[in-house]
């Protein structure tokens, strides 16, 4: 299996325009997660997803933020428009959440700047 | 609620000497533990885990955890370092129910420094 997948690797941007990560979680499983990683606030949840529906998101920043998942094999994180305080780095993972093993698997993250 | 607490933000051993990096937890329900690793600029690699098995967990690398229920800790322990373990490793908590969907508690994270 190639893990989860993640793209872009790097984005730079400038404040005020939009961005978009994507992820592509391991093949069959139910559950997908954002996070995001600063050295200020550390690891941070910011939505995840079970069977493509949005289960929490209060971890998102705010309105700027938005997420979905169309189908099982495909996510997107946007940011609009975007401000310098969210660079940072990105993570998807995923899991099979069915019971006593709901390991995470990460992707490699999408390295964020805004300038 | 579950919670994870790790005790020290930084650890820093010398290269071949033991490694005790330090994870206590809290939850309603009988946990699943992990610890995962994060080298600089790279992603979180899972090193082990503890899903209601054995007490005693091997990972990779070398790494060991022992999940002490009395305690409520899951400590991660190494016989003896090596330069490339220097990294960041977190202790997380989680539970799979239908209402939170395999959802975990991170902790804050043990900076690892290894001098030669």
């Known amino acids: 299996d190639a893990g989860v997948i993640q793209s872009p690797r790097h984005e730079v941007t400038e404040m005020g325009q939009e961005v978009t990560l994507r992820c592509k979680p391991i093949?069959?499983?139910?559950?997908l997660f954002w996070y995001r990683q600063t050295m200020m606030r550390g690891l941070e949840l910011l939505i995840y997803?079970?069977?493509?529906?949005?289960?929490?998101d209060s971890g998102m920043p705010e309105d700027r933020f938005s997420a979905k998942m169309p189908n099982a094999s495909f996510s997107t994180l946007k940011i609009q428009p975007s401000e310098p305080r969210d660079s940072a780095v990105y993570f998807c993972?995923?899991?099979?959440?069915?019971?006593?093993?709901?390991?995470?698997?990460f992707g490699p993250g999408t390295r964020l700047t805004v300038l | 609620a579950q919670s994870v607490t790790q005790l020290d933000s930084h650890v820093s051993v010398s290269e071949g000497t033991p490694v005790l990096l330090r994870c206590n937890y809290s939850s309603s329900y009988s946990p699943s533990l992990f610890w995962y690793v994060q080298h600089p600029n790279k992603g979180l690699q899972l090193l082990l885990k503890?899903?209601?098995?054995?007490?005693l967990v091997k990972g990779i690398n070398g790494f060991e955890a022992e999940f002490k229920k009395s305690e409520t800790s899951f400590h991660l322990t190494k016989p003896s370092a090596h330069m490339s373990d220097a990294a960041e490793y977190f202790c997380?908590?989680?539970?799979?129910?239908?209402?939170?969907?395999?959802?975990?508690?991170f902790g804050d994270g043990t900076t690892l420094t290894v001098k030669p």
């Open positions: 993972a995923s899991s099979w959440a069915s019971g006593r093993d709901d390991t995470q698997y």
């Open positions: 503890y899903t209601s098995a054995a007490t």
């Open positions: 997380v908590v989680s539970f799979s129910l239908n209402t939170n969907a395999g959802k975990s508690t």
């Open positions: 997803f079970n069977n493509n529906v949005p289960i929490d």
């Open positions: 093949s069959g499983h139910n559950s």
